[in-house]
């Protein structure tokens, strides 16, 4: 739908950039699938179209994670960046990060005791990570919502990218 601006941190802006390659990774897997399908669907016209709807759902979601992708390495490590994209691949990408890149290191770090000052100072930071990755995800989830419907107002047939 519409494109918003997200402000990355400098403490998560690493752990974003993970996120945003893990989401090209998942993205390519998508078109990939949903090529393999369409050629599956040969002779079945109705399968067919909507396999080439993935196809294209899949591909513009994985350009839209490209670009986000390269907002993110353009800014200099370490430092906070202003990203702009689709707020639902913002969000994927935010629920990629709490998902995929500080849980396993929380758990990592909080898998034994006792837990030293370091420890405790790292598992702080992870979860502030995590807080700001999932409250994010459901921010930019509830944008993107509200701005289908916005479209599908005026067009019932507006669709989420």
Do not use: C
């Not at 993107?144 to 047939?157: E, I, K, M, N």
Request: aromatic residues 4%; charged residues 25%.
């Amino acid at each position: 739908m519409g494109e918003v601006t997200l402000k990355v941190a400098a403490e998560h802006s690493k752990a974003f950039k993970l996120a945003a390659l893990a989401e090209i990774g998942k993205d390519a897997e998508w078109v990939t699938s949903a090529q393999e399908e369409t050629a599956r669907s040969l002779g079945d016209e109705y399968r067919r179209g909507h396999e080439l709807a993935d196809v294209r759902a899949s591909a513009r979601s994985l350009g839209q994670v490209i670009a986000i992708t390269e907002q993110l390495f353009a800014a200099p490590d370490g430092e906070a960046v202003d990203v702009r994209g689709d707020a639902s691949q913002l969000a994927h990408t935010a629920e990629t990060m709490a998902r995929d890149i500080i849980t396993p290191q929380l758990k990592d770090e909080t898998i034994e005791g006792p837990f030293d000052t370091e420890a405790v100072e790292n598992i702080s930071a992870l979860t502030s990570a995590l807080g700001w990755a999932t409250g994010e995800a459901a921010r930019l989830h509830a944008v993107a919502t509200a701005q289908l419907r916005a479209a599908r107002a005026v067009d019932p047939r507006a669709v989420a990218h």
